[in-house]
């Protein structure tokens, strides 16, 4: 177990590293201040960092979208496990332990929940996916969002669509992100939601 929470500490660390390259422009021939503005409000800055921190919008657009990427799929996983939706079989056959024995839950009333039951070559497995899609295939130094696999294998080539696209992506992240906040805040207070069921 200490050599998974070593890994994922070690995999995690490339989040916070400078960009070693060059900063190039978005590769999405969109204006990215007109990506994510909800009206009434428009460009929602409170604490001012436009005009304060200009050079950093870049980086904390990326980090909101990868983000927002991420609590898009915690969601969907924790509706569909919690409604005992799971994989045949085992995750450890000779643990004798299948994906049905993992609790559904994000905390479970333990520290990390369903996770502490899974084996530690699982989650070794887990983080060295994650590790190679963070360095590899989606890296942290790209910030443009766009990383040519397109929407459902088709490129967008028309800029109105792919900003219309863009900026749903935007939003719903930003939905999925205080869903699954909620859900965690649910799970710990118990009862019953219509979507997961009891908690």
């Known amino acids: 177990m200490k050599l998974a929470v070593a890994s994922f500490l070690l995999g995690s660390v490339a989040a916070f590293a400078p960009s070693q ?52 799929i915690a969601l969907i996983g924790q509706v569909v496990h919690a409604n005992g939706i799971v994989f045949d079989g085992y995750i450890s056959k000779s643990m004798g332990l299948k994906f049905s024995d993992i609790d559904p839950s994000c905390v479970g009333g333990k520290v990390l929940g369903g996770l502490t ?34 929407w459902f294998g088709e490129d967008i080539e028309d800029p109105e669509i792919k900003a219309r696209k863009l900026n749903a992506e935007l939003n719903n992240g930003r939905a999925a992100q205080l ?8 799970e710990q207070l118990g009862g019953e939601l219509p979507i997961v069921g009891q908690m």
Request: proline share 5%; with cysteine.
């Open 117 to 150: 039951a899974i084996p530690t070559a699982g989650l070794v497995q887990i983080l060295l996916l994650m590790g190679l899609i963070e360095l590899a295939w989606l890296p942290a130094s790209d910030y443009s969002g766009d990383y040519g696999v397109g």
């Open 21 to 72: 390259v060059a900063r190039t422009s978005t590769k999405l021939a969109v204006n990215e201040l007109d990506l994510g503005v909800t009206e009434p409000l428009g460009v929602y800055d409170p604490l001012g960092w436009l005009e304060t921190e200009p050079e950093s919008f870049e980086r904390r657009r990326a980090v909101e979208r990868k983000h927002g990427r991420i609590c898009m």
């Open 179 to 186: 869903g699954i906040l909620g859900l965690m805040v649910h």
